[in-house]
């Protein structure tokens, strides 16, 4: 069956540092691979997608980042936090056609920038 | 650009009751519609998908309605219990890079 892990689960970093959060998925193979954070009354956004190594789409201007080191293997960084990047970031993955393609989250990561 | 929309944001029902979540969207070239349970702190959770071509899809308790042409769709809870209460969330596939457009979510507690 399939899996998918994030870690940290919890993070408290001061301003102007920097981030790395990992998601990684278990027991499937070139999934597509989704960043979103979920911030208080405004609702799930996505941050990235990525249908393989080295294809990464960003869909909002901001000062994070992603990157796909391997198939499953998922990462979002900044090089300097701002108080506005605290929120619950989710990792998701999906596979399959486009009328059956739903996701699946992980327990998400809850950032908290001071 | 492509809203969904959960009105209200919250909603408190006493146990045993039937219930029905409401979401609408701004543009019905949708290829699926999906809702989603999200426990406090935690991850979201497929709980249907009903693609375009549909009308409704069951899970034992919940039923899910699509009308495309008006862009709503229902969630009916049958017979609420206190282990329903979560957030749920109403998300429309449009197929653009596999994005799904999310609403906010509506909170719903379940009383004892």
């Known amino acids: 069956s399939q899996t998918i892990h994030q870690w940290p689960a919890t993070l408290v970093q001061p301003v102007g540092s920097p981030l790395s959060l990992e998601c990684t998925v278990e027991?499937?193979?070139?999934?597509?691979l989704y960043w979103y954070r979920q911030a208080a009354g405004r609702g799930l956004q996505l941050l990235f997608y990525s249908i393989g190594i080295d294809q990464i789409s960003s869909e909002v201007p901001q000062n994070l980042s992603a990157s796909r080191p391997q198939d499953r293997q998922f990462i979002l960084s900044s090089k300097k936090l701002l108080l506005s990047d605290s929120g619950f970031y989710l990792c998701?993955?999906?596979?399959?056609?486009?009328?059956?393609?739903?996701?699946?989250f992980g327990p998400g990561t809850r950032l908290t920038v001071l | 650009k492509q809203e969904v929309t959960q009105i209200p944001a919250a909603l408190s029902v006493p146990e045993g009751e039937n219930l029905v979540l409401n979401c609408s969207f701004t543009?019905?070239?949708?290829?699926?519609l999906q809702w989603f349970r999200q426990d406090p702190g935690k991850g979201l959770t497929s709980l249907l998908l009903i693609q375009s071509s549909q009308r409704e899809q069951t899970s034992g308790r919940l039923n899910a309605s699509l009308d495309k042409s008006s862009g709503r769709s229902t969630l009916y809870i049958a017979a609420s219990q206190p282990g329903d209460s979560a957030t749920y969330l109403c998300a429309v596939y449009t197929g653009a890079n596999s994005k799904l457009t999310f609403g906010k979510g509506i909170t719903l507690s379940v009383r004892p």
């Open positions: 543009d019905s070239a949708i290829y699926n």
């Open positions: 998701a993955w999906s596979v399959g056609t486009v009328l059956t393609d739903t996701q699946y």
């Open positions: 027991g499937t193979s070139n999934p597509n």
